[in-house]
């Protein structure tokens, strides 16, 4: 195992100092690297954001879209070549704002790709507006009275649309962190990790500290195959739990494509089988 | 009495849910296969039940591929049909059917009474009207009974017995029906039939489009419903089993365009295929495809807009847009195929194009021309070579490396050593965020040269009629067979006509064509003459006359006839 193996030199981050982008890229490199995955197998897509420059900053193929749209093109190349092993990665206004019904219809198909979402609550990159996830009463220089909509819960969704594999993570552990982002990397179809980080320059209110005191594993008695269950741990509770919620394995996207039903070739190897075209052609010469 | 011995116009009427589209897929067929060449297309209302929606089927000795506004036989089934249809109806108009359905507010001189509805109920049910019509027609026609009943039995195949014997035994009775009116002389068609033609095919331009894609290799279709273009993406899912492709219907055109450029990024051959609306929600991601330098093929099907216009019928509205879409500059090239067959060999070659330089490529067709359809001989998906153009990475690869040819190698992930690098943000040779101004200047201009080194690939545009000629006529996109037909004719001497399959970058031969004509007539289904615009603005020459129709309907022969009779008068 090359420790260094996704290690890239001479990096210019733009991430500023004590974000908690740094551990969950530290946490990501260690979880990839100890399931002896190799860069050019590992597609990365991400939006726009932050958390999104994260495929900047260590080995790997990587498509950067555009904001909210990470989802649809991870899927496309999945779908496109199930072989590579696909990590979507971006922030929580891109995945849960911009990205919202990408995300919604992509936990509906079930690719077999791994969804990372640094969740800081708060706008970072456009300096300091609501998220979706931003708390009720939450102040920045455009709300004001502070947030009026009710923040956005990710992984309750997931589990009212009976997403493959429902994680939550806090970048302030960053064992537990690699611990979950392996298990979602392995796990088969869709997997969301929501991954708890604060802001150390626009979230004066989700600090460090306040995710310290407000978050708590999940017991090891949870029964993660239990929907019921998991949906009750997303929504109640005074500390927000941390672990992984739910379990469903099921049909995977691409395995049940009819592209790959009789052929598993990627589709960069095929060629079109004009035979097959001419004989359709031809059918149009009848009723 | 009218004799028609060269084509006949016979439009049929009725409420959407009437089976009118059946009737025109069974006629057309069944005419080609005995001989006739045919030529259909509809005018449908945006709703599954009610309203009127005809089809114009015309039948000729001649190829025939374009609209005409005379009707020669009008086929009511609804009450409203013939009020729908008032302003096409002449005195010729001979009306066939039952005053009872049509009602009796047109007092035309020339109708027949043909008990379409009552053999219908004599065979069952009301339901086999159509079938009744579909016989009376091939009567008319002298359609050999054999055809026509094995044409019914292909079609209905896979319908209970009982739904074939009745259908069968509808169009027997109509086709009587049809003979006794040719017999006793009410009307006389007596057209001219090739017998060689009966093998050709019937394609309409979805289903040509959607076979030029997959010869041109396309192997991945996401799409999102939308008139009148679903048509390319339902044929393809329906063959996506037997070609080996994906098709898969996105949530919206925004995760569509998206992943035609994250499949292109991982070595598929994606195509999104929508209407000017949808193509409003890819603006952003063709922007992508500029940035990144990916390949992309986008079909947009024009139709009547802004916003939800006219949904189910046509225009050449959105040359402009698919020009001007997507924010930052970057280039792109626009086809607009002319005929069927065109948007066949169009989109196999959008596909090369694509690759070769890395770019979004435009079909830009119309629902006139994808629901229309016309007998041919062949489309043969190998007279254009399947060209892929990635590479094979090494450890140094670097996705947008600087060359002399300014088009970088493409890599896809996982296929060679390298790492295959892609940033919507500006971005260095490797592909990583960059915010050094000249690298910046340095990749603009190695997107935009790209159009340089396109133009030994741009299609002239054909010239039809004289080398010499004074009035040169002018048109793009799905007015092709309209303007040939019409100015045939016209017959007018020292008139040429000029169309464009690619509207954009125009042929550099362009202008000397304009600058060679007295006078120049622009002939466009839009209200603005965008095509016009792009002209006045690539060339500088100004363009004299104008021909715009912008009411949602295609152009007729006649009237281009009777506008170009006005202009060269």
Redesign the interface.
């Known amino acids: 195992m090359d420790k260094k193996l996704f290690d890239m030199k001479d990096l210019d981050i733009?991430w500023c100092p004590g974000c908690g982008n740094f551990a969950i890229l530290t946490a990501l490199k260690e979880a990839l690297t100890e399931l002896e995955l190799k860069?050019?197998?590992l597609?990365m897509?991400s939006g726009?954001g932050q958390a999104a420059?994260a495929p900047?900053y260590f080995?790997?193929?990587?498509?950067?879209?555009?904001h909210g749209?990470s989802?649809?093109?991870?899927?496309?190349?999945k779908?496109?070549?199930p072989?590579?092993t696909v990590i979507a990665e971006s922030g929580d206004g891109c995945t849960y704002g911009e990205g919202g019904?990408?995300f919604?219809?992509t936990i509906r198909r079930n690719p077999d790709i791994t969804h990372l979402v640094h969740n800081n609550m708060v706008y970072g990159l456009t300096k300091g507006q609501a998220s979706p996830t931003s708390q009720h009463g939450f102040k920045t220089p455009v709300q004001t009275e502070g947030v009026f909509p009710e923040s956005f819960n990710p992984l309750a969704l997931a589990i009212s649309l009976d997403a493959s594999f429902v994680a939550r993570a806090f970048a302030g552990d960053i064992e537990q962190t690699k611990h979950i982002i392996k298990k979602a990397v392995l796990h088969k179809g869709y997997a969301l990790v929501d991954i708890l980080q604060p802001c150390v320059t626009y979230n004066k209110l989700n600090t460090f500290k306040w995710f310290k005191e407000n978050t708590a594993n999940l017991e090891e008695s949870h029964n993660p195959h239990d929907r019921m269950e998991a949906f009750r741990k997303a929504t109640e509770g005074e500390k927000l739990p941390l672990g992984i919620f739910y379990l469903h394995p099921k049909p995977i996207f691409e395995e049940e494509?009819?592209?790959y039903?009789?052929?598993r070739e990627?589709?960069?190897?095929?060629?079109?089988?004009?035979t097959?075209?001419?004989n359709?052609?031809?059918s149009?010469?009848?009723? | 009495m009218t004799k028609w011995n060269e084509d006949v116009s016979i439009v049929l009427c009725g409420e959407a849910g009437q089976g009118i589209q059946t009737v025109e897929?069974?006629l057309t067929?069944?005419l080609k296969?005995s001989g006739y060449h045919v030529f259909s297309t509809q005018e449908v209302m945006s709703r599954i039940r009610g309203g009127s929606n005809s089809t114009l089927i015309r039948v000729s000795s001649r190829r025939v591929a374009s609209f005409v506004d005379r009707i020669d036989l009008l086929i009511p089934f609804s009450p409203g049909a013939v009020k729908h249809l008032v302003n096409r109806i002449s005195p010729e108009t001979i009306l066939l059917g039952e005053k009872k359905i049509y009602g009796n507010e047109y007092q035309g001189t020339r109708d027949i009474d043909v008990p379409l509805s009552e053999v219908a109920l004599q065979v069952g049910s009301l339901i086999y009207s159509n079938t009744v019509a579909v016989g009376v027609l091939s009567g008319l026609l002298s359609v050999d009974p054999q055809i026509l009943s094995d044409?019914l039995r292909?079609?209905f195949s896979g319908k209970e017995q009982e739904t074939m014997n009745k259908n069968l035994e509808a169009a027997k009775r109509g086709y009587a029906l049809g003979r006794d009116l040719l017999r006793n002389g009410k009307i006389h068609i007596e057209i001219q039939k090739t017998p060689d033609i009966s093998?050709?095919?019937?394609?309409d331009g979805n289903?040509a489009l959607a076979?030029g894609a997959?010869?041109?290799?396309?192997?991945?279709v996401?799409f999102y419903p939308m008139s009148p273009s679903t048509g390319v993406a339902l044929f393809l899912a329906q063959?996506?089993?037997?070609?080996?492709?994906?098709v898969?219907q996105?949530?919206?055109e925004?995760?569509?365009i998206?992943?035609?450029?994250?499949?292109w990024?991982?070595?598929?051959?994606?195509m999104a295929s929508t209407s000017g609306g949808g193509f409003a929600l890819m603006a952003?991601?063709l922007s992508?495809a500029g940035m990144?330098e990916s390949p992309a093929v986008i079909h947009i099907g024009q139709r009547p807009a802004p916003a939800t216009g006219l949904p189910t019928r046509t225009e050449q509205g959105d040359l402009l847009f698919a020009l001007y879409a997507g924010h930052g500059e970057f280039p792109r090239v626009i086809f607009a195929p002319g005929t069927i067959e065109d948007a066949f060999t169009l989109t196999q070659r959008a596909f090369n194009l694509a690759d070769k330089y890395q770019i979004p490529v435009f079909l830009l067709t119309d629902q006139y021309l994808l629901e229309s359809h016309y007998n041919f001989p062949?489309?043969d998906?190998?007279l254009i070579k399947?060209e892929n153009h990635?590479v094979k990475t090494d450890p140094e690869y670097k996705r947008y490396l600087f060359t002399e040819s300014v088009i970088s190698p493409r890599g896809?992930?996982?296929?060679?050593?390298?790492?295959?690098?892609?940033?919507?943000?500006e971005h260095d040779e490797e592909g990583?965020?960059t915010e050094n101004l000249d690298i910046r200047t340095k990749m603009v201009d190695k997107r935009l040269r790209k159009l340089d080194q396109l133009q030994g690939e741009i299609i002239p545009p054909e010239l039809v009629g004289p080398q010499k000629y004074e009035t040169l006529v002018i048109a793009w996109g799905s007015n092709y067979h309209v303007v040939i037909e019409a100015m045939h004719k016209l017959g007018k001497e020292g008139v040429a006509f000029l169309h464009f399959n690619q509207v954009y970058p125009l042929h550099p031969e362009t202008v000397s064509y304009l600058q060679r004509a007295q006078t120049t007539v622009l002939i466009e289904n839009n209200a603005t003459a965008q095509f016009g615009q792009v002209i006045e603005l690539q060339t500088g020459c100004k363009l004299d006359k104008k021909i715009l129709k912008y009411n949602g309907a295609p152009f007729s022969v006649e009237e281009i006839e009777r506008s170009l009779k006005s202009f060269l008068n």
């Open positions: 733009a860069p050019e197998k597609v897509v726009i420059k900047h080995k790997c193929n990587f498509f950067n879209g555009l749209r989802l649809p093109a991870a899927v496309a190349i779908a496109s070549n072989q590579l019904n990408h919604v219809h494509l009819v592209a039903r009789e052929n990627p589709l960069y190897l095929r060629r079109p089988d004009l097959k075209v001419v359709i052609i031809d149009k010469r009848g009723i | 897929h069974i067929r069944t296969l044409s292909t079609h093998n050709e095919i019937i394609l289903e076979l997959v010869s041109g290799g396309c192997n991945f996401p063959h996506a089993k037997e070609l080996g492709i994906l898969e996105a949530e919206d925004i995760s569509a998206n992943m035609v450029i994250g499949a990024y991982a070595g598929a051959r994606a952003e991601g992508l990144v062949a489309l998906p190998s399947l990635f896809i992930p996982g296929f060679g050593e390298g790492l295959v690098v892609l940033d919507s943000d990583h965020i």
